[in-house]
């Protein structure tokens, strides 16, 4: 049981008004008792009901206590304890990855979108090879930059393209959690910056907090107010839940699993948790497939696992060309779980229909699979299609 003083110390102020109502109520019957104890000698004590017993110190109690009632702030904390948050409330049993994972041994440049883009024998040619980017969405890796007669960069096959488009210069050092057991309730990451409120719904109090991206909160409580589910992340401390990637460990395995290694991609939350020996080991937020380009509901294996891997769609009318895209691991078709050295953000879909992760989350990822492992990707909420006829053979 926690220490009386360090609990009373961080209750809400209206329950301090009740705990120490409570207390001198006591204090008062105790005082009249000593004035009137000559009589009290004389007559024979009456049994007092369960209902006139004392006010339990304010703590947590799981188990009916002997002597006192669990009224108050002792109810209050109890409650909030059996949802898994205590006073002060539990860490995760988690920590972040070695941030050398995030770690790239290319440099990319983003090749303009909207214009075709030749690609030379050498810098400062006006003749081409006849090979060009069509108009598109196109990442190269080069390995020199020239800038005499005008910016170009030298690509890995030995062709060099005028510098139309911008370095890449920030990749994504964000990571998920490894875990050391799991957890007891869910928790997860806001994908934006938000307000944290007194009361679930839009007409609630704030409480002149803001939750910035992935920072990491843990889910004690969900209640729904305005049409939208609500987290509570403390006492008297509410997230709107569309805004969170929220993580529910479920070390069950999916149903037709016939190993104890898996991992699970949820589509309707945008996160991706890994399984080992039946207790979750890992997780982060990721960015799978938009409409059109669904990420397909099932149970895969992973087929194939590539350090680097080029992508590509020659279609004029959905081009793209993607140079060494890191830790990648095939698992349905063309659809693969790998880093997105493009991407910045995650936690709502944006794909062509892979599982896209920081580059730091594939590495993780990609150092702990085995072909063969299984990927369960679910839509709990069902709005997913399911119907093969809508995945195409192409994804990134």
């Given at each position: 049981?926690?220490h009386p003083?360090?609990?009373?110390?961080?209750?809400?102020?209206?329950?301090?008004?009740h705990?120490?109502?409570?207390?001198?109520?006591?204090?008062l019957?105790t005082?009249?008792?000593?004035?009137?104890?000559?009589?009290?000698?004389?007559?024979?004590?009456?049994?007092?009901?369960?209902s006139?017993?004392?006010?339990?110190?304010?703590?947590?109690?799981?188990?009916t206590?002997d002597?006192?009632?669990?009224l108050?702030?002792?109810?209050?904390?109890?409650?909030l304890?059996?949802?898994?948050?205590t006073?002060?409330?539990?860490p995760?049993?988690?920590?972040?990855?070695?941030p050398?994972?995030?770690?790239?041994?290319?440099?990319y440049?983003?090749?303009?979108?909207?214009?075709?883009?030749?690609i030379?024998?050498?810098?400062?040619?006006?003749?081409?090879?006849?090979?060009?980017f069509?108009?598109?969405?196109?990442?190269?890796?080069?390995?020199d930059?020239?800038?005499e007669?005008?910016?170009?960069?030298?690509?890995?096959?030995?062709?060099?393209?005028?510098?139309?488009?911008?370095?890449?210069?920030?990749?994504?050092?964000?990571?998920?959690?490894?875990?050391?057991?799991?957890?007891r309730?869910?928790f997860g990451?806001?994908?934006?910056?938000?307000?944290?409120?007194?009361a679930?719904?839009?007409?609630?109090?704030?409480?002149?907090?803001?939750?910035?991206?992935?920072?990491v909160?843990?889910?004690y409580a969900?209640?729904?107010?305005?049409?939208?589910?609500w987290y509570?992340?403390g006492?008297?401390?509410?997230?709107?839940?569309?805004?969170?990637?929220?993580?529910?460990?479920n070390?069950?395995p999916?149903?037709?699993?016939?190993?104890?290694?898996?991992?699970?991609?949820?589509?309707?939350?945008?996160?991706?948790?890994?399984?080992?020996s039946?207790?979750?080991?890992?997780?982060?937020?990721i960015a799978?497939?938009?409409?059109?380009?669904?990420?397909?509901?099932?149970?895969f294996?992973?087929?194939?696992?590539?350090?680097?891997?080029?992508?590509?769609?020659?279609?004029?009318?959905?081009f793209?060309?993607?140079?060494?895209?890191?830790?990648t691991?095939?698992f349905d078709?063309?659809?693969?779980?790998?880093g997105?050295?493009?991407?910045?953000?995650?936690?709502?879909?944006?794909?062509?229909g892979?599982?896209?992760?920081?580059?730091?989350?594939?590495?993780?990822?990609?150092?702990?699979?085995?072909?063969?492992?299984?990927?369960?990707?679910?839509?709990?909420?069902?709005?997913?299609?399911t119907d093969?006829?809508?995945?195409?053979?192409?994804?990134?």
């Open positions: 049981m926690l003083h360090a609990i009373i110390r961080s209750l809400p102020a209206v329950m301090k008004l705990y120490f109502s409570a207390l001198s109520l006591g204090i019957l005082m009249v008792y000593a004035v009137d104890g000559g009589r009290a000698q004389d007559s024979t004590p009456i049994a007092e009901p369960d006139g017993a004392a006010v339990c110190a304010p703590g947590v109690y799981l188990s206590p002597g006192c009632a669990v108050g702030p002792a109810a209050y904390l109890t409650e304890a059996r949802s898994g948050l006073i002060p409330p539990r995760l049993p988690a920590s972040k990855p070695d050398g994972l995030t770690q790239l041994p290319y440099r440049f983003h090749v303009s979108d909207d214009e075709y883009v030749p030379y024998g050498a810098p400062c040619q006006t003749g081409g090879s006849g090979q060009q069509m108009p598109g969405f196109v990442y190269v890796s080069y390995v930059r020239h800038e007669c005008g910016v170009y960069y030298l690509l890995q096959n030995g062709g060099w393209i005028p510098g139309k488009g911008a370095r890449v210069s920030e990749i994504s050092a964000f990571q998920g959690l490894t875990f050391e057991s799991t957890p309730n869910s990451w806001p994908f934006e910056q938000i307000p944290v409120l007194a679930p719904g839009y007409g609630a109090a704030g409480t002149g907090e803001q939750m910035y991206p992935f920072q909160v843990q889910i969900t209640q729904n107010a305005d049409g939208t589910d509570m992340i006492p008297d401390r509410w997230l709107e839940g569309r805004k969170v990637a929220r993580v529910t460990p070390s069950t999916p149903e037709g699993a016939t190993t104890n290694r898996w991992i699970d991609v949820d589509l309707a939350e945008q996160t991706l948790g890994v399984y080992d039946g207790r979750l080991v890992f997780a982060t937020v799978t497939g938009v409409e059109p380009f669904w990420t397909r509901p099932g149970l294996p992973i087929a194939e696992k590539k350090a680097a891997e080029t992508m590509r769609n020659n279609d004029p009318s959905d793209y060309y993607l140079d060494n895209v890191p830790w691991m095939y078709g063309a659809r693969a779980l790998h997105a050295y493009w991407r910045t953000r995650f936690g709502y879909p944006q794909s062509h892979c599982v896209n992760l920081s580059v730091g989350d594939a590495r993780w990822l990609f150092d702990w699979a085995q072909v063969g492992d299984l990927v369960y990707v679910h839509d709990p909420t069902g709005l997913t299609p093969p006829a809508l995945y195409s053979a192409y994804a990134y």
